[in-house]
């Protein structure tokens, strides 16, 4: 078999686990959670925040919702998505988790290279997750519930809620984090076994 050949077989048979929550809704815990179990993970967010730093612009909420739209009109919909198929090829095992998909878009970019694709979304409720980002303080987490609602707005807008509507399995979080990571586990058993 020529090596391109081989090379495409084994990106076929990758197992992809395509990401999506709001922010704050537990995304990196189920991340986490998979790469415990085994699973490789490609941030979408990377993308983002490797723009910003070509731009040499600080990683915020505002910037980089700003670059994430600017991406999107200048290049497509699903621009991050081919951005990060690479690096999806590019990860050494055969069970990757995606963390950061917001749209169908992207869902049908990955599904294009990965046929054994699935849409997975992790929930929970907006005062939790704004609790959650207060608390987390990353550089593009929201300070206070008029910049949170903006956000939510901004990932509504670009597609998020139709990409956790069309999730084969949902994880809701909202309880203490063993249990949640026992739900995610049991979760990524029932995808596997698919």
């Known amino acids: 078999m020529v090596i391109g050949e081989r090379a495409a077989q084994m990106t076929a048979e990758k197992l992809v686990v395509a990401l999506a929550g709001m922010p704050g809704s537990g995304k990196s815990l189920v991340v986490v959670t998979a790469k415990e179990s085994g699973y490789d993970a490609v941030l979408m967010g990377d993308v983002i925040r490797e723009e910003a730093r070509k731009r040499g612009v600080e990683p915020d909420a505002k910037n980089m919702g700003k670059i994430m739209l600017e991406l999107r009109e ?3 919909k699903a621009v991050i998505a081919k951005r990060c198929v690479p690096k999806i090829v590019s990860t050494a095992g055969q069970r990757v988790i995606v963390d950061g998909v917001r749209s169908l878009d992207e869902v049908d970019e990955f599904r294009k290279h990965f046929p054994k694709l699935v849409l997975m979304a992790v929930h929970a409720s907006p005062e939790t997750r704004f609790m959650r980002l207060y608390s987390r303080r990353r550089s593009d987490d929201a300070d206070d519930w008029e910049v949170f609602r903006e956000r939510d707005v901004r990932e509504l807008d670009v597609g998020l809620g139709n990409a956790i509507a069309m999730a084969k399995y949902v994880v809701v979080n909202e309880e203490p984090v063993e249990a ?15």
Do not use: A
Not at 180 to 194: A, F, N
């Open 74 to 76: 200048t290049e497509g």
């Open 180 to 194: 949640v990571k026992r739900k995610i586990r049991e979760t990524l058993g029932k995808v596997e076994r698919k």
